[in-house]
């Protein structure tokens, strides 16, 4: 287990341990406030599709932006030098800006609660099977980046107040689940506005100092790096040629599929609020992972040995003392509105889309189920938490999955479809994409894990996006479409999801 540094002791580590109990018990008491107000499925998922300019900035800010952009990719960035930005370039730039500016506006038009939701009943008819395996692979990347905040959490348990590590997992795994259990998404959005706003000063604060120990040069940092380890500043020095395209494609198409993307759409209000809100939280974003991740850079060369937890050994050991107990709170808003925000999301997946895609139980047994849903999940994230190697590898490992198996029908999906007709037109065949979608799963699944499969192609994104695009073709031109444009066939009781 990577170590960030000594401890804190005396006043200022009983300090920091009042300032966790007290924000933990407050998550707790929103999560509470907020679950005697919830009384339906659209209330708890999309908290009514109800969400405004101020609150939508701060919980799309805060659900992009958490323990993998600020401690994962400067992690990164400290063991494997400038191969890492290649992963940065495809999710935190590109990802981001194409979402932000073409799809959110199109997703805030609907009142879905899922991503699958969509891809199933828009695109594929409402077909149960589809909108369940890709109920699965939301829910997949969901938990899998729920699982990273809480070993984010952890870290930062165990690294400023020398608690042991499982533990420390334990604790916060335990916190999130309980509070997101009880509130869902008003519970959610809640605490992303204060944990938002946390976030903006904790990373003022990173840059502000980290610039001052790179001496604002970025020369210096070159050199110095080379002194330490010539590879970190040579392209493909630590990762190769296919591991790096890999990684760029798995935070391209990982992004334009991250359910909580596709969340944060549904819940806007409206398409004109969604695209400022998205505009301003991804330009923040890409800006400020940029500079935090240079800044794993910068651990490195102070400290050769730091690795997954650059970010938190520079606050402990490079950041003045007084200083501490703020970034502590502000590392715990950006941990804890991400956290709680995937969470969420996989329990709607695994409910709505995997348990009751029919929506056949009544909204008191649905609440409850999901209820149960988030502490299974919860569950799986810590399992995660604990088994993958790093932050960002269990990050991407769920964008995998999620890219591979949904955009390729995305993509195809809206191409085929007659967009001028209320009810359900399309010239691609559901059988198709039942196929394609679960052979994509199973290879993206395969190629990740497997590490002779993982050696041949660099990760799994690219043999999953190929094996669900090539299959779902293929299969389309031996199965007829289900209801062909021009065709007479229609989907019973197909009810249009636009609200605009």
Sequence with gaps: MSYAGKALSGAGLYFVIAIVIVYLCFCLWIGA?????????????????????FFLFFTCWGSFCGAGNFIGFAGSAAQNGIDAYWAYLGDAVLGYVVFSWLIAPHLAKFDYFTMPQYIAHRLCGNDTYVRRIGGLAAALCNIAISGIQMRGLAYLLNSFCGLNYYLSLFVAAGVLIVYTAMGGMSAVVQTDAIQGILQVIGTVLMICFGV???????????????????????????????????????????????????NRAFIAKDSKTASKCF???????????????????????????VADQATYWLVLNKMPYFMVPLMTLC????????????????????????????????????????????YICGGIGLLGAAVFPSILTLSFFGLTVAGATVFPIFVIGNLKRDKNDKEFRSNL????????????????????????????????????????????????????????????????????????
């Design 33 to 53: 406030r907020s679950d005697k107000k919830t009384e339906t499925v659209k209330e708890y998922f999309i908290a009514n599709k109800s969400i405004g300019m």
């Design 212 to 262: 001052g120990l790179m001496h604002c040069d970025i020369g210096w940092l070159t050199s110095s790096l080379r002194e330490v380890d010539a590879s970190l500043v040579t392209p493909f020095g630590h990762l190769s040629v296919r591991a790096c395209i890999s990684a760029f494609l798995t935070g391209f198409f990982g992004d334009l599929c991250n359910p909580i993307m596709w």
């Design 279 to 305: 505009k301003i939280a991804t330009i923040l974003g890409i800006v400020s992972t940029g500079i935090i991740m240079t800044f794993g850079l910068v651990a490195k060369v102070y400290n050769p040995e």
């Design 331 to 374: 590392f715990m808003g950006a941990i804890m509105s991400t956290a709680d925000t995937h969470l969420n999301a996989g329990v709607a997946n695994v409910v709505c889309d995997v348990i009751d895609p029919e929506e056949k139980m009544s909204v008191e047994k649905t609440l409850k189920v999901s209820k149960a849903a988030c």
């Design 429 to 500: 065949s559901i059988h198709a994409v039942r196929i394609g979608m679960t052979v994509g799963a199973a290879v993206a699944v395969l190629f990740d894990l497997v590490p002779s499969l993982s050696a041949i192609a660099g990760g799994g994104i690219l043999p999953g996006l190929v094996c669900t695009t090539v299959v779902t073709l293929i299969c389309n031109q031996i199965f007829k479409p289900e209801y062909p444009i021009g065709g007479t066939e229609t989907v019973a009781n197909y009810e249009n999801h636009m609200v605009e």
